[in-house]
């Protein structure tokens, strides 16, 4: 696409870390490419945030995306899963930051209000809007598909911060 960019969606976990990839252009999204980073869990905690970290640098490498966007995790009832995910969390903001990329991050109400049009919206309701917004993405996974939508949530606020930046607000 000309004058394109490609934003790079991550949702943080320490088990399942969902990518998304999509190229905007103006108000046109393309699909590039989506998947997980997953870490076993039977591994040392520092073990397995290398495999994140080592996973988004390869990503990135491979997909050369011109920003990342980051969905902010809420905090468990478990103060324990809630460090370590906080610890995924760190290294999944680091990797795109170390690379020279911009990063968002985004609530996830912010995520679905972008996506579906309400914040309280359901995951399966985010998933199939995602879907239909990125026709041919074929996404196996719900971290995917969450991290799609988070980069489908960047473009959006993104184009909106461009518009009002150039002195006009998008039609």
Request: aromatic share 4%.
């Given at each position: 696409m000309h004058n394109s960019v490609?934003?790079?969606g991550?949702?943080?976990g320490l088990q399942h870390t969902g990518w998304g990839l999509?190229?905007?252009?103006?108000?046109?999204?393309?699909?590039l490419g989506d998947g997980v980073i997953s870490t076993d869990a039977d591994q040392p905690l520092a073990e397995r945030l290398s495999v994140i970290y080592r996973g988004l640098v390869a990503l990135?490498?491979?997909w050369q995306p011109d920003e990342a966007a980051?969905?902010?995790?809420y905090v468990n009832k478990n103060p324990g899963?809630?460090?370590k995910l906080g610890q995924a969390r760190g290294v999944v903001l680091l990797a795109p930051a170390l690379?020279?990329?911009r990063v968002a991050?985004?609530?996830a109400m912010e995520v679905k209000r972008a996506v579906v049009g309400t914040g309280h919206a359901e995951k399966p309701q985010v998933e199939a809007m995602v879907r239909r917004l990125l026709p041919g993405a074929t996404i196996r996974r719900a971290d995917a598909a969450d991290a799609l939508a988070v980069a489908i949530c960047h473009a959006h606020h993104r184009g909106t911060k461009l518009a009002y930046a150039k002195g006009y607000a998008p039609a």
């Open positions: 490609r934003l790079l991550l949702d943080p999509v190229e905007s252009a103006g108000s046109r999204l393309r699909h990135i490498a491979q980051v969905e902010h995790t899963a809630a460090l690379a020279g990329l991050e985004y609530q």
